[in-house]
């Protein structure tokens, strides 16, 4: 069975992903990042996540980019943004954007594919709801498998990588659907920048408020569980 | 003062990179990562250089790749090769290759660069000693230099990053007389992949034999301490 690399933070999106992975027929390999994030019940959510969707392996790496800073989700002195609902983000980049996040998150799954023997890497980067991050956008996905080739034994090898980023053009309703077609539990999810330690959203983030309009849009009910439920 | 970010293991290579990035006239952050290094020493080395040759600034990012395994250098179940002195080692990719490892790494100094506003990275790859490591070649470092302005805010923004690569053509020996001409105090590094806690080299590893031939072919000192004196 071929092996992919799954890029699991333990949210909607990601775990959509791994379903998708898995359907394609993958021995799935999810790779998540303890990075120092706020939000660090998604951690546990994507344990959860790996177990329910037969993941053959989950990894837990550590890397501490507080060191680094320069993002509310790493740095405690950044407040992560709310707004009231239906109001519009602020235009431009947002402050939950963490620099290089995605390019450090590949090369390690890529490490890791290196070390499987795997040549495919998943990851539920999203250039719809999510346009303002830079490296969502699908230049950057192409770019990284170039990179990828010239970074590697495998590619040394004449081996190549495929970076599959299979949510990147859908809307966060398509991704619902697509994640509930899979048979994805979404209670089992957190994607709340600003989840407690028991998981419960603030219901007020940019990331609760693409969830929340998500399941309303695609007709699926929300089992999200929020800190005031509402 | 422009900023640059300067990947510094605490080698006698990196040491010399940090020295051509002041030379260069930037203000030099220096970035060490602990990726669980079975040679712990050089990151104290990392510390000893960056003061000595005025880094604004010196961080260590903690990055657990043990996690991952892979090299020689990670995982105490592969052992790091020796060669009696001027033996050849094995053709191809050596055991001590960490897979992704300078993505990886470049992939933390971008982050840093863009928190700092500095457009300027600067690694000690080399192509020629370390013909073997795939993310060692001058391809490699174009490409990622590619990436980074599509990764970034700063990209996205009109900007580009610049990945600064002094050594990648020169020899060892090139490469100690370009230190020593820079006031690099080689005493201070440790290169040796299986240092001791105290920094003494192993004497035997291609990182030494490089390292010990270097200074030969230089015609200039080598202060290493080894556990043998020999």
């Given at each position: 069975m071929k092996r992919a690399?799954?890029?699991?933070?333990?949210?909607?999106?990601?775990?959509?992903?791994?379903?998708v992975a898995r359907r394609d027929g993958f021995e799935c390999h999810a790779l998540s990042l303890d990075y120092g994030q706020r939000h660090r019940a998604e951690l546990a959510a994507a344990a959860r996540v790996a177990a329910a969707l037969g993941a053959?392996?989950?990894?837990v790496v550590a890397?501490?980019?507080?060191?680094?800073?320069?993002?509310?989700?790493t740095d405690a002195a950044i407040a992560v943004p709310t707004h009231a609902a239906g109001a519009a983000a602020e235009p431009g980049i947002p402050v939950t954007y963490v620099p290089a996040r995605n390019t450090v998150f590949l090369a390690?799954?890529?490490?890791?594919?290196?070390?499987?023997?795997?040549?495919?890497?998943?990851?539920?980067v999203n250039a719809?709801?999510?346009?303002?991050?830079?490296?969502?956008?699908?230049?950057?996905?192409?770019?990284?498998?170039?990179?990828?080739?010239?970074?590697?034994r495998t590619g040394v090898e004449g081996g190549r990588f495929a970076v599959r980023a299979p949510l990147i053009a859908?809307?966060?309703?398509?991704?619902?659907?697509?994640?509930?077609?899979?048979?994805?539990?979404?209670?089992?999810?957190?994607?709340?920048?600003?989840?407690?330690?028991?998981g419960l959203a603030c219901g007020e983030c940019d990331s609760c408020r693409f969830r929340r309009e998500g399941f309303a849009a695609a007709g699926v009910a929300d089992p999200t569980r929020y800190r005031d439920a509402r």
């Open positions: 690399v799954v890029l699991l933070s333990g949210g909607l999106d990601s775990a959509t992903v791994l379903a053959a392996a989950h990894k890397l501490d980019l507080r060191t680094i800073g320069g993002s509310a989700l390690i799954a890529l490490g890791w594919a290196e070390v499987l023997g795997a040549a495919d890497l998943y990851i539920g719809v709801d999510y346009s303002g991050y830079p490296d969502c956008r699908p230049a950057f996905i192409a770019k990284f498998a170039e990179l990828a080739a010239l970074a590697t859908l809307s966060k309703a398509e991704i619902v659907r697509l994640g509930a077609s899979l048979g994805v539990d979404f209670a089992l999810t957190v994607s709340c920048y600003q989840a407690d330690a028991a």
